[in-house]
């Protein structure tokens, strides 16, 4: 009976209140400051679970409760009761989202305490670790048996994911891409020791250990990156610090990739790379009966790393390695995340046709596996709505955006990194979406927001902060831009604008170096910027820089590079009168995207209308009526898709096993790697 008034109010949310949501409310209504109900509130944690987290969920709606409930979720003993209860998940990171919007440091409170408890001293089990196993020995804990304290040991290792089940570009020797020496992190005998022969940890060790893993990870997941490093850091020098047991390989192994993941998140390269050579030290035992789950995870996450990065041969070669050892026995989240991962990897090789196949399934299981409020699937809608930028399917991204942040919104609230990053994103979309109506009202408002978040969270020389400014760089350029239309000096906007350009492209230049995709972005910025200033000498010179070093890094025949030719085009044939090298910057342009995009590119319009001018100036009347009529074509062609709703890719509706996927995932890259113009290519979300 008790089980059935727990589920009723949330299998019937609009129903008339049940005598569980009355006795919830009762029970919070008698909280205050005095004696007998602060005992009762110390004795909370003594509920099961599932009663727990509803009562808790509660007090953090009430602004008077929220210190208690700090106090209490701010225990290890009473936060690791709940972080390892699934069905609390979105309530737990509803109350964390909760707390940190009223300025209730709970992430940090939690972070400290794991650190300050579990800190590598001396090697013997502490007072407050035997405290810890203690408080875990409940029922409810105790039926979990040991062996399910590790994730992925649900799996098997036993397939053959070393064979040459598929002959394509993702054959290659790992140790071509590591670019690293490899090291041992521990012991030269490990090889020779058998799995049999070593120890089991103790049942607190277990526990710490599991704790670190599951605080971490949910830290990251709920946006808090730096806390999420902190415990994961420590965890990982506890485990070097341990002998040689049974679960060693699996434990460094999940514990490095969950930090690769939020270092990488959040732009700590420096300390992302040491992590990746940690793992590359572990690389060569995985077939020590390491689960395939593990291993494909892992790899997404090295890909993930080079993605952000901007380094995108060696993200598309290891989210390929990551594809290789998924099955389909793994656990759908971590399915999931290597889907999305390797479809944002084809993204930006302009590889669209793999990438709309990933993308779709990813969105699909995340939906049907979690449901269309939870987290999972509102990051899949994201990486979704990155896919239809890239390919031209600007409305639909919009719409898929502005789905993707309402629901991170819904579970995080409005002070979060995760709700800034789709606020950017989102920002961006409108941007690209409204360039020929001028109305930035809404990608403004997004930025802004974008921007504001950041500045709360992140130092002032952060990388997520500087992307955030350089949208909305290019916003105060365009709205500019219409004022003077209009005959409205708005220089002050231009130089705000210079201003947040020069600090993106510095930090750049910082962390990337010179020869770096994103430095190349805000050097091709500045160039349009200049031109908007009339310093055509300074815009020639930046646009010529973004050329060259997107050439170099992506291809002669990428997007990205196109863009600058088209960018460079317009400064010669408006501008500086250069109308014979306009001309053929134009043709360069027109001709990578037709490769890439087909008849109906919607950037099309500006090169066929550059010619046009070109050759009106030069006489060329011949010329002119042909590129006329070229944009009359496409003017019809463009018009018919966007009424008939029209995309190149279009959403793939069947739920194809991982077996199938992975068979056409491969099966693809053979057959469309003719069709592949470039190496690697730029990320929508720096654009």
């Not at 019937?12 to 205050?32: C, Q, R, V, W």
């Not at 300025?103 to 090697?123: D, P």
């Not at 031209?392 to 995080?412: C, H, M, N, P, W």
């Not at 910025?525 to 973004?546: I, S, V």
Request: glycine share 4%; charged share 25%; with cysteine.
């Amino acid at each position: 009976m008790a089980g059935q008034q727990i589920l009723g109010p949330r299998l019937f949310p609009n129903s008339a209140k049940t005598l569980y949501d009355l006795s919830l409310e009762a029970l919070i209504g008698s909280m205050n400051t005095k004696i007998p109900a602060l005992n009762r509130i110390h004795r909370l944690s003594e509920l099961p679970r599932n009663l727990l987290i509803d009562v808790y969920e509660m007090m953090s709606k009430e602004e008077s409760l929220k210190d208690t409930l700090l106090e209490e979720l701010a225990q290890l003993e009473v936060f690791s009761r709940l972080v390892r209860f699934p069905f609390a998940r979105s309530q737990l990171l509803r109350i964390m989202a909760s707390l940190m919007a009223s300025n209730k440091m709970l992430a940090k409170r939690l972070s400290e305490n794991y650190v300050s408890r579990y800190e590598v001293v001396t090697r013997q089990d502490s007072q407050e670790e035997e405290e810890l196993e203690s408080s875990m020995d409940t029922l409810e804990d105790r039926s979990m048996e040991l062996n399910t304290l590790y994730t992925y040991d649900a799996e098997s290792s036993g397939a053959n994911t070393t064979s040459d089940e598929f002959n394509d570009e993702f054959s290659v020797d790992i140790k071509s891409i590591i670019g690293v020496p490899q090291r041992r992190a521990n012991p030269d005998n490990f090889e020779a020791i058998n799995d049999s022969d070593l120890k089991a940890l103790s049942a607190v060790e277990l526990q710490v250990i599991d704790l670190g893993l599951r605080l971490g990870s949910f830290l990251s997941e709920a946006g808090w990156m730096q806390e999420s490093i902190t415990v994961l850091a420590c965890l990982n020098v506890r485990l070097k610090d341990l002998p040689i047991h049974r679960h060693w390989l699996q434990f460094r192994l999940d514990c490095l990739q969950r930090l690769l993941y939020a270092e990488s998140a959040h732009c700590n390269f420096k300390e992302a790379h040491k992590t990746y050579v940690e793992l590359m030290g572990l690389n060569k035992w995985l077939n020590r009966n390491v689960p395939n789950q593990l291993v494909a995870i892992t790899y997404s996450q090295i890909s993930a790393m080079y993605f952000a990065r901007n380094e995108y041969k060696n993200s598309h070669l290891w989210s390929g390695l990551a594809m290789r050892f998924l099955k389909g026995i793994a656990h759908p989240r971590i399915i999931i995340d290597v889907l999305r991962q390797a479809a944002k990897a084809c993204v930006v090789k302009r590889d669209f046709a793999r990438a709309n196949l990933l993308i779709c399934q990813a969105v699909r299981r995340a939906r049907e596996y979690f449901g269309p409020k939870h987290q999972k699937y509102g990051d899949a809608l994201l990486d979704y709505g990155f896919f239809l930028l890239n390919v031209d399917s600007v409305f639909q991204s919009v719409y898929t955006y502005k789905e993707a942040l309402a629901v991170r919104r819904g579970i995080f609230g409005n002070m979060n990194f995760h709700v800034a990053i789709a606020h950017e994103d989102l920002s961006y979309a409108y941007y690209v979406h409204e360039y020929s109506t001028g109305d930035f009202s809404c990608a403004q408002d997004h930025v802004d927001k974008a921007v504001n978040i950041m500045q709360h969270l992140v130092p002032s020389n952060h990388l997520m902060l500087a992307s955030a400014k350089r949208v909305k760089a290019l916003l105060l350029e365009e709205i500019a831009l219409d004022k003077m239309a209009d005959g409205i000096d708005e220089e002050d906007l231009l130089l705000q604008s210079e201003e947040l350009h020069n600090f993106a492209l510095i930090l750049s230049l910082q962390v990337f170096g010179e020869v770096n995709v994103q430095t190349a972005k805000h050097y091709g910025n500045l160039g349009r910027l200049y031109q908007t200033m009339n310093r055509f000498e300074e815009a020639e010179r930046m646009h010529k820089k973004a050329i060259k070093i997107k050439s170099e890094l992506l291809g002669h025949f990428d997007y990205e590079v196109g863009l600058s030719i088209g960018h460079l085009a317009s400064l010669y044939n408006y501008q500086m009168k250069k109308y014979r090298d306009a001309e053929q910057l134009y043709m360069r342009s027109i001709d990578i995207s037709l490769r890439l995009f087909g008849n109906a590119y919607s950037g099309l319009e500006y090169d066929y209308l550059g010619l046009c001018h070109v050759y009106e100036t030069l006489h060329n009347f011949e010329k002119y009526l042909k590129y006329a009529n070229k944009l009359e074509n496409w003017q019809l062609l463009r018009g018919q898709n966007i009424t008939l709703n029209k995309s190149s890719y279009p959403a793939i509706e069947v739920d194809y096993s991982i077996e199938e996927v992975k068979t056409k995932y491969f099966s693809m890259c053979v057959s469309n790697k003719s069709a592949h113009y470039s190496v690697h290519a730029e990320d929508a979300y720096q654009n």
